[in-house]
């Protein structure tokens, strides 16, 4: 079982070897305990006909520390295992030349190994989340950089709480970049505007490699805003799933 823990959603998966069974997307609750998921899973579980004894290892992708916590524990007590959780120690197999190597966020980290595996280098990773972002991986498989930018919904909600006289909207591929009202205005600048800045700074990225890159975007909202980009090659919904899985198998003898 894989576990991507972001702070909007968690996506989980299965997998047999390198083939996806099964995957689900739930809420990210803070405020939830070990059992609650516990139970979340084993309703999951039970409508594919998965039982918790057939799961022979976990891994877990977190960018919300207290969550992580209290995965582990959730994992021990219904599992009986001791999951992988991706951070120091994990051998990922990529080269980080970010300044800082740990503040590189574990989600970054496990793109990067699933789309160095699956597309070859260089690469660059759009990922549509909370946040959006944009990952630089080099020539020689190194990962050097990136971007990152408030998420699409994120930046609606905040549009929404600090404009008094507009209105909460759904996020949709708008008929126009020309709204006639409110809501379809609001909507041509969020699809429209979002379009632009992945091609603008995916354009930027281009221009600091010497060869062409395959660019690679996943997160929930990546199928949406990939119909208007001249930028993005593949989309690859469960892209961090797959990073889950590979690195898993790369550190299988510690945690099998």
Excluded at 20 to 45: N, P, Q, V
Excluded at 76 to 93: D, E, Q
Excluded at 156 to 174: D, G, K, N
Aim: neutral net charge; hydrophobic residues 40%.
């Amino acid at each position: 079982m894989v576990m991507d823990v972001g702070n909007t959603h968690i996506v989980l998966g299965l997998y047999q070897g390198a083939e996806l069974l099964h995957h689900w997307r739930i809420h990210t609750d803070r405020r939830a305990t070990e059992d609650e998921y516990g139970m979340r899973l084993k309703s999951l579980f039970a409508h594919v006909g998965v039982d918790f004894h057939g799961i022979k290892g976990v891994a877990i992708c977190s960018v919300v520390p207290p969550l992580t916590y209290v995965l582990k524990t959730l994992i021990h007590k219904y599992f009986h295992r001791a999951p992988l959780i991706v951070g120091p120690g994990v051998k990922t197999g990529l080269n980080i030349q970010y300044e800082t190597p740990r503040e590189v966020g574990t989600d970054r980290i496990v793109n990067s190994v699933a789309a160095i595996e699956r597309f070859g280098a260089p690469t660059i990773v759009v990922d549509f989340g909370t946040a959006t972002t944009f990952c630089l991986i080099d020539e020689k498989s190194r990962y050097i950089g990136g971007a990152i930018t408030p998420g699409i919904q994120v930046s609606t909600e905040a549009l929404y709480q600090h404009a008094s006289q507009l209105t909460r909207v759904e996020i949709v591929r708008p008929d126009s970049v020309v709204g006639r009202n409110t809501v379809k205005a609001i909507q041509a600048g969020v699809y429209f505007g979002y379009v632009g800045a992945v091609d603008g700074i995916v354009s930027r990225m281009k221009g600091q490699l010497t060869e062409r890159p395959t660019v690679v975007a996943t997160g929930g909202l990546a199928e949406l805003i990939c119909e208007d980009t001249k930028m993005i090659d593949e989309v690859a919904p469960f892209l961090t799933l797959e990073g889950l899985n590979l690195i898993y198998q790369r550190n299988s003898g510690s945690y099998s």
